[in-house]
């Protein structure tokens, strides 16, 4: 059974910068496409990007387009986050999530979650 570890959240001032990491052991990563969630307080889970097992599909929300970046190294199997430009409304605890066949942007489609790591912006 694969896990997933989330790395790399923190507290960032707006308009900064963070790179979260999300590490799989136990399995063979390759053939996952992978998916960011985040979950606001009091907020449901909400889609922020998702990539294919290629690594040839990106899906980004409305929300962070143009501001985040997702992409994966399989070598490592390891994806990644990159967030710049962060506005306090990106606050949340950030989810990776995996899943066979296709990628997807609901989060009801992923059968394995991280334990999530906390981002906090400031303003």
């Known amino acids: 059974q694969v896990q997933l570890v989330e790395s790399g959240g923190g507290l960032v001032q707006a308009g900064g910068s963070l790179r979260l990491s999300c590490a799989a052991s136990g399995g063979s990563f390759s053939g996952y496409n992978m998916g960011w969630f985040r979950q606001a307080p009091g907020k449901e889970r909400e889609f922020v990007a998702a990539?294919?097992?290629?690594?040839?599909?990106?899906y980004y929300a409305d929300s962070v387009k143009g501001r985040f970046t997702i992409s994966r190294d399989n070598t490592k199997n390891t994806v990644y986050l990159q967030m710049n430009s962060l506005k306090p409304e990106d606050t949340a605890i950030y989810y990776c999530?995996?899943?066979?066949?296709?990628?997807?942007?609901?989060?009801?489609?992923?059968?394995?979650w991280g334990q999530g790591t906390q981002v906090t912006v400031s303003s």
């Open positions: 999530a995996a899943k066979g066949t296709t990628v997807a942007v609901t989060a009801r489609s992923y059968d394995l």
């Open positions: 990539i294919s097992w290629r690594g040839d599909r990106l």
